[in-house]
């Protein structure tokens, strides 16, 4: 996409548009971090401020929202000539990143786990390391903090050197790891639970976390029966309103329901480390299934911010549209 840091209209800059698109990621923000200190610091949330349960303490999640909407609103003050376009961008770069560092964290944990799993299954460990780690390595309690979250953080670091996302890798994967099961079923009549959670592990992730980049190409599939006889300026119109009372108002009601407590269904896995119901037959990823469905609203909402913002730049009809192909219509 060509966007220049200035708007295409002179004295006519797009100012309630940006700051609802920033102020929409500022409070996404601001949630996220009440989320951790809620769950870490019995900080109140916001839905026990709106509640009536925060008591005393309801001004911290207060400050913290006021805090982060007002820097995201004092961005477009300091920026008001910045063009729709380069915004959108900027803010899809970000999200890219956030989903190629997903996507080099479930490849690093996928081979690390089902390792571990196999480990545990065919007692490779016996001998080879002290009997207190073989046993350490059963709980998910030491798995997860110990093996799963430094891989977490190496994932983010590796990801600062890629380009983008690598879906078709990780579809390889997939297919490669499910060719393993069938041979390794019917040639050598072998089979453990590790395998099928391999499998699912890593298809959960690629369809997930690639729901956004797919919103950015416009491959999701569209209901069109109007729409590709609409002018640019009229499908921008459209894309704007769908992005605010479609997108966004859906993924906050994942993001809402899924992260509103630490009983939640995505808290509430998180936070205990689930696993299957195989035990240490299997891979130690359950809670991380759990925590992918609040990447997918994430990631999405932070794309949808960017759609809404690059269709406001069609609605407007300014310079640097970009060219797409889409193919989910």
Known sequence: MTATTQISRDGDPALIARMFGWGMLGFLGAFLINNIANIGWQVPNLADVLAGKAGADMWQPIALYVVCVALALAYVVRTPTQALRWDAMKIHRFNT???????????????????????????????????????????????????????????????????????????????????????????????????????????????????????????????????????????????????IFLGMATMWVIIWIGLGGKQSIINSPVMNIEITQSGPTGMYVKYQMAAFLGVFAITMLIQFVSYFLESVADKRDEPGQRTVTPTGH
């Open 97 to 243: 990143y956030l989903i190629r560092a997903c996507f080099w964290i479930v490849l690093l944990i996928g081979f690390a786990d089902a390792l571990l799993a196999l480990g545990r299954v065919e007692s490779l460990f016996d001998g080879v390391v002290s009997d207190e780690m073989v046993r350490s390595l059963t709980r998910s309690q030491f798995v997860g903090p110990r093996v799963h979250l430094p891989l977490v953080i190496l994932g983010a670091l590796i990801a600062f050197w890629g380009k983008g996302p690598a879906f078709h890798w990780l579809a390889l994967l997939i297919v490669s790891a499910e060719l393993a099961i069938v041979l390794s079923r019917f040639v050598f009549s072998y089979e453990q639970a590790l395998m099928g959670d391999l499998v699912r592990y890593w298809y959960a992730a690629l369809f997930l976390f690639a729901s956004a980049y797919t919103l950015f190409e416009d491959g999701h599939v569209r209901v069109d029966v109007f729409y590709a006889g609409f002018g640019r300026t009229k499908k921008g119109f459209v894309n704007a309103w769908g992005s």
